[in-house]
């Protein structure tokens, strides 16, 4: 079975650490690992936390990198810093999610570094692969909660995407437009020769819209009861004056 843990290297403040849990939870996630020998005020932890307060409590806490490092499989180090000694490529989000579904035993690390400064060039060093967050240039600073919600959100929709739908056929399309068409010429809807007009009308606007086939069943029942309550008998003889 796979294991995602979310490292923070010596984070700074007790309030990022809380935004990290909560970041964590919402996307699935509640293994966290703290290195470094720093205390935290645990109410300001759990008051960014909050309902995710259980992701520190049951974090656990590593004296260096190596020693949080050692049972993962791949290690992937957040930095958005290039250098000589540095990783000489960063892969995308989109990348690592990839990477990580390809992992199906084991322990798979992501590795967060100061608020201030990041990883140092030996931190990454032991990380297997840097993965970078696009940013502007103007501004490319990340905040340590925000970078953590990216990547795991980035994670989660890889293995949990939306649902999806399949967009009905031409054949469907071509019936849907017909019941459409006959349902608005049972009400007398057309003056002239426009029936093709208006049937050619509804089968373009209607293929932009990628209707699905619920979407498809639901038009041609509203159209089709349209004409039979134009078609009741009573309406008939409201319309006749009697």
Known sequence: MRTVQVILVEPQDAAN????????????LKHLGIVGNRMYDTNRVFTLALHAKEVYENSRRYATLEE???ESVIVFGASR???KFRKYFSISPEMMAEKIALVKEGTVSIVFGRESDGLTDKELALCN?????PTSQEFPSLNLAQAVQILTYTL????HPLGSYTPVRGKQLDQ???????????????KREEKEEVRRFYKDILSRSLISQSETKRLEKMFKKIAAVNNHP????LAAGL
């Open 17 to 28: 650490i809380g935004s990290v849990c909560r970041a964590m939870k919402t996307m699935g």
């Open 68 to 70: 949080a490092l050692t």
């Open 81 to 83: 810093r290039r250098g």
């Open 129 to 133: 692969m840097a993965v970078r967050i």
């Open 156 to 159: 989660f929709n890889s293995t």
């Open 176 to 190: 849907l437009t017909g019941v459409i068409t006959e349902s608005l010429e049972q009400i007398g809807f057309f």
């Open 234 to 237: 009573q309406r008939r003889w």
